[in-house]
């Protein structure tokens, strides 16, 4: 499975972004989620969803302010992004495939970054 993201940008605080990424393949049957790596930092766990879309999971400091959705028919999964900070600028990147357990999701496949810069 091939990812390509995009829709990153420069956001004032407060501001909202959506960010896209195509899947090559059917995502229906897959995990499918985000995450993030900031500067000088460790890549870190976004948001997940579920298989076939289920409940999904979501970092303690995203909750409240960032959702995940699909769109099978396009392939296409979302991560809306409302209430921006300043922390959340990042390389924001997609992920697919492979499990969910214990609080951790290991995908299988990632996609190339886009970057979110939020300025305050």
């Known amino acids: 499975v091939q990812l390509q993201a995009f829709g990153g940008g420069l956001v004032q605080a407060g501001g ?3 960010l896209s990424c195509a899947a090559s393949g059917r995502i229906d049957s ?5 995450f993030r790596q900031a500067p000088r930092k460790e890549r870190e766990f976004v948001i997940v969803s579920g298989r076939s879309g ?3 999971y ?6 409240g302010r960032f959702t995940i959705s699909r769109d099978y028919a396009k392939k296409m999964v979302y991560l809306q992004m409302n209430g921006l900070r300043p922390e959340d600028t990042a390389v924001y990147y997609c992920a697919v495939g492979g499990v969910y357990t ?14 979110v810069t939020v300025s305050s």
């Not at 897959?30 to 985000?34: K, P, T, V």
């Not at 979501?58 to 909750?63: G, R």
């Not at 609080?103 to 970057?115: A, I, K, M, V």
């Open 16 to 18: 909202s972004l959506r």
């Open 30 to 34: 897959y995990f499918m989620g985000w």
């Open 54 to 56: 289920a409940i999904p």
């Open 58 to 63: 979501l970092s303690d400091s995203v909750k």
């Open 102 to 115: 214990s609080g951790h999701y290991y995908p299988d496949y990632w996609g190339q970054g886009t970057l």
